[in-house]
């Protein structure tokens, strides 16, 4: 059956302009190469993190420091501007989970409060350039392993601590920040603590075909979190985890310039945008996306306490499969409530397939601040349901999606 979306009110009237060709990265990436190695380390001791360390900061900067075959444990990890890390095939670099090593000096690591910024990452990348992790080697978090002296993980942790509406204090897998050209290429990143990854204020940042792997009830586990970066390329990646598998945030500078292409995201919450966009998400395209048993599907959040401009941003050859919110659009997150405003423009749907029921979701703040939308060749579930709101949506859509499967990257 042909749908034929309309305004929801009439006392708005507004023009949805068409993406520019500037919503993406904007330098010309493609497939990274390897770089050649400064030295390979062999599993040796129990605790590798001297070692480790001290490989990398005498390594040749556009040298790396390579794990061979066997299980490296480790405590924090700082990779310096120039150099990479590189986690040979049969090698596993593991955190120890020990709370005490990533403590920032306040001993809340592993405890429970109202900030939940008390630990180091596992892996630091700051103020580099052309830094980088490689190899077909995995980085396990031993987010599910109980940590060392207490009968508790940092999952449960992370549990506990919604029980009485606080945060845990986790380490994140890796986290990189104030860089520039950074490269994450085939690695496979395992059940961190908190995040596996995110960049802050990042510039040039490329993540290509590595794989993520965490529970699916594991909490605020995100998977790849560009966060006021630009010029950033996600590709080939597989990521399943227990929270947003992807999510874009703009909390304390612009994320702009972003590519999200050629990715499969399984079991997890959503290809995210919002939550934080005080200074603005914008010049965003996602292309050849699969979505399977993700919740919220592809989601932009924020609300009135973190809310800010949300615009041209484009979704192209998406399929989507057993998903509660295939499409969420919502400007009252969590009812979250202060004084910035949240308006979601020029947010383009094309060739869109979504094979299961769900909830189509699409609430702006106000009649006055509408949220702006488009549709082409959108192709949904019979039964499936709209509730919109304070929204111009403009286009057609089917209920005609046949098949219960999707490809490996969008709807081809």
């Not at 068409?18 to 330098?27: E, I, P, S, V, Y």
């Not at 350039?129 to 942790?157: F, P």
């Not at 919740?295 to 484009?314: C, E, P």
């Not at 979250?336 to 609430?363: C, D, M």
Request: aromatic share 8%.
């Amino acid at each position: 059956m042909r749908k034929q979306l309309v305004c929801f009110f009439t006392a708005f009237t507004f023009l949805v302009l068409l993406n520019g060709g500037t919503a993406r990265d904007l330098r010309n990436v493609t497939e990274p190469k390897t770089p050649e190695t400064c030295t390979t380390l062999k599993p040796s001791v129990k605790d590798e993190t001297k070692n480790i360390q001290k490989a990398l900061d005498t390594c040749s900067k556009g040298k790396a420091v390579a794990l061979s075959s066997g299980i490296f444990y480790s405590g924090p990890l700082s990779i310096p501007s120039g150099v990479s890390l590189l986690v040979e095939k049969n090698a596993t670099l593991a955190a120890f989970p020990t709370p005490e090593l990533y403590d920032r000096g306040a001993n809340t690591c592993g405890t429970i409060d109202d900030i939940g910024e008390g630990c180091k990452p596992f892996i630091t990348i700051s103020g580099a350039n052309g830094s980088g992790i490689y190899g077909k080697g995995v980085i396990n978090g031993l987010g599910g392993t109980k940590m060392t002296g207490r009968n508790i993980s940092w999952w449960r942790l992370a549990r506990e601590a919604t029980k009485v509406h606080k945060l845990q204090n986790n380490p994140k897998l890796i986290r990189i920040e104030n860089s520039t050209d950074i490269t994450l290429y085939q690695i496979t990143l395992r059940d961190s603590p908190f995040y596996h990854v995110e960049s802050f204020l990042t510039f040039g940042f490329t993540v290509w075909g590595i794989t993520i792997i965490a529970p699916a009830n594991a909490l605020n586990n995100d998977g790849i979190d560009p966060t006021g970066s630009m010029n950033v390329t996600i590709a080939h990646c597989n990521i399943s985890t227990g929270d947003d598998n992807i999510a874009i945030s703009a909390l304390y500078a612009p994320a702009r310039h972003i590519s999200v292409t050629n990715n499969y995201l399984s079991h997890g919450n959503s290809m995210g945008i919002g939550a934080g966009a005080i200074y603005g998400v914008s010049e965003v395209t996602v292309t050849n996306l699969t979505l399977n048993n993700i919740r919220h599907g592809l989601y932009i959040a924020t609300s009135t306490l973190n809310g800010g401009l949300v615009t041209n941003i484009t979704y192209n050859n998406v399929c989507i499969k057993n998903s509660k919110w295939p499409i969420n659009l919502d400007t009252n997150y969590y009812h979250q409530k202060g004084n910035y405003t949240p308006q979601f423009t020029n947010i383009a749907f094309n060739n869109i397939r979504v094979v299961t029921n769900g909830t189509f979701l699409i609430h702006g703040v106000s009649k006055s601040v509408p949220i702006t939308a488009s549709f082409n060749n959108v192709h949904i579930s019979k039964g499936s349901v709209w509730t919109v709101r304070n929204a111009v949506v403009k286009g057609t859509w089917e209920e005609d999606a046949d098949g219960n499967s999707c490809g490996i990257a969008g709807n081809v």
